[in-house]
């Protein structure tokens, strides 16, 4: 890595945001090299690990996470491990093997699901407070928690993107786009869709 690379670890790489950025980005700019996490991000010994084995980290995107809701649905405590205490383990060993000046800059990778249902003539905005409705919704709006709290009294440099709906030709078909595809195509030409 020469001295004028960026280097920027990922978390959850082999998932649609982690591969939508490998393909997109890795090859168009050269002085970015990309460092992906291979190991538990239940394990806060793989996370520790990881983060000190990577020479000069200017960047950490965190996009590690059990979706899609059904799964969560299925097995929440499993959720909560990967969603929460994931997040929780990418802070934590930040702050142990940082100090304020050597911290990358972090991406914390969340969902709109952390907020509630609204009507349509309600608009959510950045300050709209967190209040999940779905297992999932949780999981993430606790670990969103959690990097408030590691940005605030530990002054990690921390940004979280709530990320509303996007697609992937590789998504599973319980996901939003692929699911209302699937819906139009099986449909009768007469049809009256329902979308949930």
């Keep these: ?3 004028n690379t960026i280097c920027i670890g990922v978390t959850g790489s082999t998932g649609v945001l982690g591969r939508a950025l490998f393909k997109n980005w890795s090859h168009a700019n050269q002085n970015v090299e990309f460092v992906s996490f291979k190991g538990d991000i239940k394990n806060q010994s793989d996370v520790n690990d990881w983060l000190c084995n990577i020479p000069k980290i200017n960047g950490l995107l ?6 899609p809701t059904s799964d969560v649905d299925k ?4 959720a909560f491990h990967v ?5 929780l383990n990418i802070l934590e060993a930040c702050r142990l093997n940082f100090t304020k000046e050597t911290c990358p800059w972090i991406f914390i990778a969340s969902t ?3 907020y ?5 003539k309600q608009f959510v905005t950045e300050t709209s407070p967190l209040n999940p409705v779905s297992t999932y919704g949780v999981t993430k709006a606790q670990g969103d928690q959690w990097a408030e709290v590691y940005r605030s009294k530990y002054n990690l440099p921390i940004c979280t ?7 992937d030709p590789n998504q599973a078909a319980s996901f939003f786009i692929p699911s209302l595809i699937a819906k139009i195509k ?5 049809a009256r869709l329902e979308i949930r």
């Excluded at 965190?62 to 979706?67: E, L």
């Excluded at 969603?83 to 997040?87: A, D, E, M, S, V």
């Excluded at 709530?162 to 697609?167: A, H, N, P």
């Design 75 to 78: 097995d929440p405590l499993k």
């Design 1 to 3: 890595m020469s001295s």
């Design 112 to 114: 709109s699901h952390v």
């Design 62 to 67: 965190h996009f590690a996470a059990m979706v």
């Design 83 to 87: 969603n929460t205490l994931g997040t």
């Design 186 to 190: 099986d449909a009768p030409a007469d």
């Design 161 to 167: 993107g709530r990320i509303f709906s996007y697609s």
């Design 116 to 120: 509630a249902s609204t009507s349509q």
